[in-house]
């Protein structure tokens, strides 16, 4: 039930039906739980002693169709995966140079190539937002902010989608090992990028590098912190986007209200995080045996923190399946606790930029009715793999 594509494309009524019945859910013949209601979520993000994030294993999916675990010994767990102190220092060494400031001052690059990317569905009148805008530009964006050298768009694209296929819990054990096989490549790639770089520059490469000199960081987190910071710095704002984009041509009315009330469009995109969670869900793993909402949780159990039905869960919001602009932002769409995504101001800022500039000089975004949308099939991300729309030019 949980793998099937019908519920993988449409998970809220299954999520409003755990939230009454079970929201912490023993997906049975595993040990794997689902947590979805906002006040479970909330406890089990603050109780970082009995849940923690090393990811010890992946979720994939039998031939039968049915979810397992596969353990993966041995990984170095940064940032996201990583527990204090190591996250704390991983963080210290990522996070100046992704404060809501420095975002600021990239501004104008990011309208420049939104205006870019823009520019060719207009012309062309239709196409694919996902190929034309969403895909590109984030996966642009990040790499410069990281400070890569001579990167190819497209493979570092497939780099980011195959991080994320790894952890989707729809892959079988071949496509697991074809993705882990790229990421090596890219890895590789990754390490040479940090072996040519400056210590001296105001980037992530560059700040990641001085912390390798001073110690603070070991070479191999540092190549697993580039790497993290690549796939999740494309993979949040593509779907973001997309999923934008999405409602708006669904909703004529929301079009209008946006173009006449410009500075609305940050109250919309904090709606579109909380209805579509660009991650559905991030991995915990209980350290010892322990109990969440009344459910005996044994050491070793992957735990799957749905931060996609919390957001949806009517004990925390008023009306929790509409869009609501003036509603106070307490969406857990990047997290909850110590591990807040560092990223967050940057896809809020592009997200508002490409929204501000596609309203700005449409006059009319539509779904294409001879080309239905597709999501891609994760039970962790909420991308679409295509979005043909039509646009009107001003």
């Known amino acids: 039930m949980l793998l099937n594509r019908e519920v993988l494309d449409h998970p809220y009524p299954l999520y409003a039906h755990l939230r009454r019945t079970a929201p912490v859910w023993h997906v049975p013949g595993t040990g794997i739980f689902m947590v979805t209601s906002y006040a479970l979520l909330e406890e089990a993000a603050g109780r970082v002693e009995d849940f923690s994030s090393h990811m010890r294993s992946v979720v994939y999916q039998r031939r039968d169709g049915t979810p397992a675990r596969l353990t993966r010994g041995g990984l170095l767990q940064v940032l996201a995966t990583a527990d204090p102190p190591a996250h704390t220092a991983h963080r210290r060494a990522v996070f100046p140079d992704l404060v809501a400031r420095r975002m600021a001052a990239m501004a104008p690059e990011i309208e420049q190539l939104a205006d870019q990317c823009i520019d060719r569905l207009l012309q062309a009148g239709s196409g694919d937002f996902m190929a034309s805008v969403a895909n590109p530009l984030p996966i642009a964006i990040v790499n410069k902010l990281i400070g890569f050298k001579g990167g190819d768009i497209r493979k570092m694209l497939q780099a980011a989608f195959d991080s994320s296929a790894v952890v989707g819990g729809t892959s079988t054990l071949l496509q697991l090992a074809i993705c882990l096989l790229r990421s090596f490549v890219t890895h590789r790639w990754i390490a040479a990028q940090l072996r040519a770089a400056s210590a001296v520059g105001d980037n992530i490469l560059a700040s990641v590098s001085r912390s390798v000199e001073s110690g603070a960081l070991r070479e191999s987190e540092a190549r697993a912190i580039l790497h993290i910071m690549l796939a999740a710095g494309g993979e949040s704002t593509t779907s973001l986007l997309g999923n934008a984009v999405r409602i708006l041509a669904d909703d004529q009315a929301l079009q209008r209200q946006l173009r006449a009330q410009p500075e ?76 807040m995504c560092v990223g967050a101001p940057l896809a809020r800022l592009e997200g508002q930029i490409v929204l501000r500039r596609l309203l700005a000089r449409t006059a009319c975004i539509a779904l294409d009715p001879s080309r239905a949308p597709r999501w891609v099939p994760s039970l962790q991300v909420r991308r679409h793999e295509r979005l043909p729309i039509t646009v009107t030019a001003i």
């Open 264 to 339: 609305l469009i940050p109250n919309f995109m904090e709606e579109v995080l909380r209805l579509e969670s660009p991650f559905r869900h991030h991995l915990r793993v209980a350290t010892r045996d322990t109990v969440l909402g009344g459910v005996a949780i044994p050491a070793g159990a992957t735990v799957l923190m749905f931060w996609s039905a919390g957001n949806r869960d009517s004990a925390a919001f008023e009306n929790p399946d509409e869009i609501d602009l003036a509603r106070t932002r307490r969406h857990m769409s990047f997290g909850k606790g110590i591990h």
